[in-house]
């Protein structure tokens, strides 16, 4: 099964209007400045980890080629951060700049990437999207963290309340509960699975808002050799890499598409907090989510279309 240009254009349409939405809502300032982030802890904390719970608890993964995909998103992601390291000096040196260019470069929006599977692919598209947030996010997580603790921006306590933090990411949690449950064939018993299920349907389309509430326009003034590097690798070296990894490793064509998505999406919004947390620059970070957003409404469509 392959998408056609309308039909990438209409999967995608409606999530960046989503986007917008919440662009629109933070500029009124409405409902209030205290609603968003109480609404983010929601979503991170319950409902997004609810979906991916319900997906991969429920869903018969033995048809995917999760290991041909791990190659080509898991190799991908390597490369990139085995080059950017060695790179580092020539793209910035300060040690504060290069972790928010190493987490710009690596980290997806795992909201705009799961919504985008399954208005492309439907329930196959949702459950390959799941598979790809299992694979990818303990990897990113541990590269990022390891990039704040080698550039030095970290004390001794601080390195040791982020690795505690992520021992109890809700997504890796989830993720790991989820395989756990569908391994042992319990998957979710009785009302279990429709609670957790309806819980997860309000992840998305809430999370794409407040990707949306979360983007700040003035940064896009910001266009220094930092952000140029940080912008090429996430929406162009990357996606390039993984559609030929998946080509060559035949790649089915949803796990391609999701692959590939998953590949082009823009740097995830919690970059942030991440940044103001261990030390990084995070106006430098901001600048990225806020410019990789909106550049990816026209990069994102161009390469799904690419590869079909």
Known sequence: MTVTESAVEDALGPLFLLILLGTLLRWRRWPGADFWPRLERLIYFLLFPAMLLATLATTDVSRLPVARMALALLGAM??????????RRRIEPEGAGFTSVFQGSLRFNTYV?????????????????????ALMVPVVNVLCVTSFVAAGTLGTASIRKSLGALARNP???????????????????GWSEETVSLLGRAALPLGLVAVGVALRPATLLRLDRSVWAANLTKLLLMPALVLGLATLLELDPVSRDVALLFAALPTATSAYILSRQLGGDAELM???????TLLAMLTLPLWLMLAS
């Not at 390597?78 to 790179?87: D, E, G, M, Q």
């Not at 790991?176 to 391994?183: D, F, K, M, S």
């Open 78 to 87: 390597i490369v990139f951060a085995c080059l950017l390291w060695a790179l």
């Open 113 to 133: 990437g799961v919504a985008g599977a399954a208005a492309l692919h439907g329930n196959a598209g949702a459950t390959a999207a799941a598979v790809a947030v």
């Open 171 to 189: 997504l890796i949690l989830a993720c790991l509960l989820g395989i756990a449950l569908n391994l042992s064939g319990l998957g979710l018993p």
């Open 286 to 292: 901001a600048a990225l989510i806020t410019g990789q």
